[in-house]
């Protein structure tokens, strides 16, 4: 290829991937610029499948986040007692939740607390609670399946290794 | 758990990075080209590609978004099964060292897998085959280009078709500069960057939060994480096993890297690259099993790693990792992207379309197929459809039903054509069904049962012998 094609390549290459940059300033999500104007906004509705089979899930919101939230998690409807809280992750709209036992589980969402005091009447704010039941799949059916893998494994390297001495003592 | 959770890049300095690094490899790439005279040189690295080479090719292209990103991906999912039972996935590597040593002897002038399935099972089998390759081409690639785009978003918060189309661009720039030749040097380097950088992340962790605390947080609060009797995990434990086994066995990737290899460096090149492989999905898995310690929650399961090692190494750390993951997409991207290009080359162009097409022919050929692929799997990569763990393992359907028609193929001489191609094709159909039906972990194995099962038969059923001496096809 001639020179110059490269160096145009080159430069093509750099352009494209400056041009379609978006700004760092979009990504910084600050409490001190954004609490203001927002503070009075609605949370966002909370979304999760209805049943895990695997004991993992992703909670969802209907749209992007525009403060600092927290899920309340609890075995109890009424939320009586919070087993656990999870911060929720930049302006993503999802969060993957993992390692869940058999049983039904409830979330929710608050607005972060880290904000100063005056801002603390914003942790009332809740929104509504998704449940998921978890059901793992039967230790038989796991089991069945894991001894026809192993079986199949196991037919598949005595093949590979008699073949392969085979064909080297023909050699 | 109340702070603002930042990005640990800046999106200005993620993108210095990519531009960096993407001019460097194209540099290099067109460097290297430079000695490539003919297609073979281009296609085939001139078959003279040395032992220390070779097993650091194998080794990295097998490092991938497979062992950086969907490791971590299924330990938080699978945990401690997740994590164990992708390190056997080195038993790909491992196992296609006698399969490599042997597909040399048999066509030591072969060009590609494709070939190797025309002329010993003929047609029908072979568009089967066809169909089953870029099936899992296109769902590697795009799984390569969707990881690059995460990485960054996960890192810095770029926008993720800016990273996606970073590395593809990249990608196709040095492979279209230099071929495979590139492709096997840049490998070297980035397998270098990517042991030393794994190992460093891990031990840094480790250090830092203590596998006691982990312990404690999983135990207390995702106890399923740590449950050896974890139902979903054990059906996983296999089918991911099946699933290495079928991408390295079918895969042009690997085949012509068998076929690039001098003399008879292929089975030791394998073994050290499998042997090498096996320790890193450990210590990248093992690095998702800190997340709930550390109060990370991924929006996408498959960004648990970069976040991890970013929240524990600070900016540092987010470099370091911003290198290695990009180093083990583009060690994969590069090769895959190479090697379906030859695919298509040799099977369509040079077989199907012009069989008269001359050496510069298909030179030109290959490099308009380079981009053209790139092109192909940026489309396709616009919509991110699904999670990488989730879009790998529907290939799974797919590959793990070549299996027993590829290593029966190789070494029985009873088994048919009509029985390879109905193998592969109820196993991928079953394996799809059972993808559907049950889960992504069951896919590979369901689909490699079928089609073993129908070899069988075809094996004991088998009256014809089929002469080996058929496979020295002239190019």
């Known amino acids: ?171 | 758990m109340s702070e603002t959770a930042d990005f640990a890049l800046d999106s200005t300095l993620g993108l210095s990075l990519v531009v960096i690094f993407g001019l460097l490899w194209i540099i290099f790439g067109w460097y290297l080209g430079r000695a490539n005279k003919t297609h073979e040189d281009f296609a085939l690295a001139g078959r003279n590609v040395g032992f220390a080479l070779a097993a650091a090719t194998a080794m990295a292209t097998w490092v991938t978004s497979n062992t950086t990103l969907v490791a971590p991906q299924l330990t938080y999912q699978f945990g401690i099964w997740g994590m164990v039972g992708y390190s056997f996935a080195a038993l790909g590597l491992i196992l296609f060292a006698p399969l490599a040593a042997r597909i040399k002897r048999l066509m030591p002038k072969g060009y590609t897998s494709g070939d190797f399935i025309r002329l010993r099972f003929g047609r029908a089998a072979w568009w089967v085959f066809m169909v089953i390759s870029v099936v899992y081409a296109f769902g590697w690639l795009v799984s390569l280009g969707m990881a690059g785009g995460i990485l960054l978003q996960a890192l810095s918060g770029l926008d993720y078709h800016i990273g996606m189309t970073a590395i593809l661009i990249i990608c196709v720039g040095y492979t279209l500069f230099g071929g495979l030749r590139a492709v096997i040097a840049t490998d070297f380097i980035q397998a270098l960057i990517i042991i030393i950088g794994v190992v460093g992340i891990a031990w840094y962790l480790i250090d830092t939060v203590s596998l006691e605390s982990i312990h404690t947080e999983l135990s207390e609060n995702h106890p399923r994480l740590l449950d050896l009797m974890f139902p979903a995990a054990i059906m996983f434990l296999f089918n991911n096993i099946f699933f290495g086994l079928g991408e390295i066995f079918h895969s042009n990737v690997w085949w012509s890297r068998a076929l690039a290899f001098k003399g008879k460096v292929a089975f030791k090149a394998f073994l050290l690259g499998g042997l090498l492989w096996l320790p890193i999905p450990i210590v990248t898995g093992f690095i998702a099993l800190a997340a709930p310690q550390l109060g990370i929650f991924p929006p996408s399961a498959d960004m648990v790693g970069p976040m991890v090692a970013a929240e524990v190494l600070g900016k540092v750390g987010a470099i370091v990792v911003f290198i290695v993951v990009f180093s083990a997409l583009a060690s994969s991207l590069d090769s895959l992207l190479a090697a379906t290009s030859d695919l298509v080359t040799r099977d369509f162009y040079h077989k199907k379309l012009r069989p008269q097409a001359s050496d510069k022919q298909l030179f030109k050929f290959n490099r308009y197929c380079i981009a053209g692929i790139g092109l192909l799997t940026w489309l396709f990569c616009l919509p991110q459809i699904a999670t990488l763990g989730a879009l790998l393992n529907f290939a799974g359907a797919f590959v793990a039903s070549t299996i027993f028609p590829i290593v029966l193929g190789l070494y029985q001489n009873k088994l048919s054509g009509t029985y390879a191609a109905v193998a592969m094709a109820s196993g991928t159909l079953l394996g799809l069904v059972s993808y559907f039906t049950i889960g992504f972990y069951v896919a590979a194995l369901t689909a490699c049962a079928i089609s073993a099962a129908v070899c069988a038969v075809g094996v004991m059923r088998s009256r014809n012998r089929f002469d080996w001496n058929k496979l020295q096809e002239s190019s």
């Open chain 1, 1 to 171: 290829m001639p020179d110059r094609a490269r160096f145009v390549i080159n430069i093509a290459l750099l352009l494209l991937i400056t041009l379609l940059a978006r700004p760092a300033s979009a990504y910084v999500l600050s409490w001190q610029t954004e609490s203001s104007n927002q503070s009075n906004s609605e949370l966002p509705e909370l979304s999760a499948p209805a049943n895990s089979r695997e004991g993992y899930f992703v909670l969802s919101l209907s749209k992007s986040p525009t403060q600092d939230l927290i899920v309340e998690y609890s075995t109890d409807e009424e939320f009586r007692e919070i087993n656990r809280t999870y911060a929720w992750f930049g302006d993503f709209q999802d969060m993957t939740l993992t390692g869940f036992s058999d049983g039904t589980h409830y979330f929710r969402l608050k607005v972060s607390s880290s904000e100063p005091a005056e801002n603390t009447h914003q942790e009332t704010q809740l929104s509504n609670v998704v449940q998921v039941q978890v059901d793992h799949y039967a230790l038989e059916q796991a089991l069945t399946l894991f001894s026809l893998g192993g079986v199949l494994f196991a037919i598949l390297v005595v093949i590979i290794l008699y073949q392969h001495q085979r064909s080297r003592a023909h050699e």
